[in-house]
């Protein structure tokens, strides 16, 4: 396509958004940069429609956007607003870079991206890439042990075990001492089976003493390896005239499904359609992903309209994500000059 056909494309793309209804080439004729008749109009929208890029509602309606022209205009023709310093200023009084936990931070974010675009925010944040700080073993009863795993990040699991016999407070303290040595500054979704059974066959005498233990121990581990996916604003979507109540509806029922977006797989915002893996018809997601020391460890979405703003949008949700990214990282550098420093 030349330039001209783009340049309509995105003033319809851009009427829509702020109008919500079909455009006709009168409209756009009038929009500063377009300098051409609007039978020439006419003629590049029903190019564009034959490209799969817009569609005509109705015969004699003017035209509105499709999937494939919300992502070309997002990809190439949409203008890259940047936020101001207030704007940056009050997403960061929002995010609350001091809180206690990082599951706290996700969900200030995750409420305040609600809050600020009138739309539902995403979020998930999956413990599995944070490295292990502490296993323990507590005994609670005959027999009976409560195995405790936290990460640096706060996160804790715990499991009750069972075992044919009571342990020795030696061989107590040599399990705790031992899994701290081997198992400290490990990554959660490093810990593997194989893992565990070269550490078993290192403990000598103690292997099958313990070794109900260390099933536990990868037991946790895996536990670590599921995401929480939270809503914010869900509100926001139940009450909008454009989204079906229904869909929104099955989509909060089924929010747990969205955990399979968060992967090692990508590094960069995606947009999805309601066409493409999503329950509610007519909408769109966009998906940012978090990042631990460069690895991808979860993400913030926003779920909103087709018609959404994303030159402002997009802004807001790539600073929360790089923001909380940032800190994360600095949480897991300082975990390690901790170690480090602890011998």
Same mark, same amino acid.
């Given at each position: 396509?030349?330039?001209?056909?783009?340049?309509?494309?995105?003033?319809?793309?851009?009427?829509?958004?702020?109008?919500?209804?079909?455009?006709?080439?009168?409209?756009?004729?009038?929009?500063?940069?377009?300098?051409?008749?609007?039978?020439?109009?006419?003629?590049?929208?029903?190019?564009?429609?034959?490209?799969?890029?817009?569609?005509?509602?109705?015969?004699?309606?003017?035209?509105?956007?499709?999937?494939?022209?919300?992502?070309?205009?997002?990809?190439?023709?949409?203008?890259?607003?940047?936020?101001?310093?207030?704007?940056?200023?009050?997403?960061?009084?929002?995010?609350?870079?001091?809180?206690?936990?990082?599951?706290?931070?996700?969900?200030? !974010?995750?409420?305040?991206?609600?809050?600020?675009?009138?739309?539902?925010?995403?979020?998930?944040?999956?413990?599995?890439?944070?490295?292990?700080?502490?296993?323990?073993?507590?005994?609670?009863?005959?027999?009976?042990?409560?195995?405790?795993?936290?990460?640096?990040? =706060?996160?804790?699991?715990?499991?009750?075990?069972?075992?044919?016999?009571?342990?020795?407070?030696?061989?107590?303290?040599?399990?705790?001492?031992?899994? /701290?040595?081997?198992?400290?500054?490990?990554?959660?979704?490093?810990?593997?089976?194989?893992?565990?059974?070269?550490?078993?066959? !290192?403990?000598?005498?103690?292997?099958?003493?313990?070794?109900?233990?260390?099933?536990?121990?990868?037991?946790?581990?895996?536990?670590?390896?599921?995401?929480?996916?939270?809503?914010?604003?869900?509100?926001?979507?139940?009450?909008?005239?454009?989204?079906?109540?229904?869909?929104?509806?099955?989509?909060?029922?089924?929010?747990?499904?969205?955990?399979?977006?968060?992967?090692?797989?990508?590094?960069?915002?995606?947009?999805?359609? =309601?066409?493409?893996?999503?329950?509610?018809?007519?909408?769109?997601?966009?998906?940012?992903?978090?990042?631990?020391?460069?690895?991808?460890? =979860? !993400?913030?979405?926003?779920? =909103?309209?087709?018609?959404?703003?994303?030159?402002?949008?997009?802004? +807001?949700?790539?600073?929360? /994500?790089?923001?909380?990214?940032?800190?994360?990282?600095?949480?897991?550098?300082? +975990?390690?000059?901790?170690?480090?420093?602890?011998?």
């Amino acid at each position: 396509m030349d330039d001209r056909k783009l340049k309509i494309l995105a003033a319809v793309v851009d009427e829509y958004i702020r109008t919500g209804e079909p455009v006709g080439s009168k409209v756009i004729a009038s929009k500063p940069g377009i300098r051409v008749s609007s039978a020439t109009i006419r003629n590049d929208m029903a190019f564009l429609e034959q490209l799969g890029y817009l569609e005509q509602p109705h015969t004699s309606a003017g035209r509105v956007p499709t999937f494939a022209g919300y992502r070309l205009y997002i990809e190439q023709l949409m203008p890259r607003e940047t936020l101001s310093d207030e704007e940056m200023s009050m997403l960061d009084s929002a995010l609350d870079m001091d809180s206690p936990s990082e599951e706290m931070l996700i969900e200030n !974010a995750s409420k305040a991206l609600a809050e600020i675009t009138h739309c539902a925010a995403v979020s998930n944040i999956s413990p599995r890439f944070s490295v292990i700080a502490k296993v323990d073993a507590v005994p609670t009863g005959k027999h009976m042990y409560v195995l405790l795993m936290v990460t640096s990040s =706060g996160n804790i699991q715990n499991k009750i075990c069972r075992l044919e016999f009571d342990l020795t407070h030696e061989q107590l303290e040599f399990f705790k001492q031992y899994m /701290t040595e081997r198992l400290s500054g490990v990554s959660v979704d490093s810990l593997s089976d194989v893992m565990i059974e070269r550490i078993a066959e !290192a403990m000598g005498a103690y292997t099958v003493t313990l070794s109900p233990l260390l099933k536990g121990v990868v037991e946790l581990a895996k536990s670590f390896m599921e995401s929480d996916v939270t809503v914010s604003g869900e509100r926001n979507l139940i009450e909008r005239d454009d989204l079906s109540a229904a869909d929104v509806l099955k989509f909060l029922e089924q929010k747990s499904e969205f955990a399979h977006l968060i992967d090692d797989s990508f590094s960069d915002l995606r947009v999805l359609f =309601g066409n493409d893996s999503m329950v509610i018809s007519n909408s769109s997601m966009l998906v940012s992903p978090i990042k631990r020391a460069g690895r991808t460890a =979860g !993400a913030l979405s926003l779920i =909103g309209p087709m018609r959404l703003d994303y030159s402002k949008m997009i802004p +807001y949700l790539t600073y929360l /994500t790089e923001k909380i990214s940032e800190i994360l990282t600095e949480n897991t550098e300082e +975990y390690r000059l901790i170690t480090i420093d602890d011998g």
